[in-house]
């Protein structure tokens, strides 16, 4: 996550790395309760090999389809365990 996420999400998922600003639209916070509910583990893999670049999403996000499938699942596991900020 570090090494090829934070750039954009930021060191803690939040969406606020220093590659962010400006992007349009801007890196989802991991930390968004409702957001992470709405998306099932296979989805956010899915998002993660994909990418967003391109209809619908239309995001900066790359396509980390380089990344081995343990590596994705790694991943998703570890943005399921970051903090998540309940809405008010």
């Known amino acids: 996550f ?3 996420c934070a750039t954009c999400h930021g ?5 606020d790395g220093p590659v962010a600003v400006g992007l349009n639209p801007p ?7 409702a ?3 709405d998306m099932a583990d296979g989805y956010i893999f899915w998002r993660i090999s994909e990418g967003g670049v391109g209809d619908p999403f239309n995001s900066a996000m790359p396509a980390w389809n380089f990344f081995s499938e343990e590596q994705i699942w790694q991943l ?3 943005l399921r365990a970051l ?4 809405p008010y």
């Open 76 to 78: 998703v596991s570890f």
């Open 35 to 37: 957001m992470m509910a």
């Open 2 to 4: 570090m090494a090829s």
């Open 11 to 15: 060191e803690t998922g939040l969406g």
């Open 27 to 33: 890196p989802a916070s991991f930390a968004d309760a």
């Open 83 to 86: 903090p998540a900020e309940e």
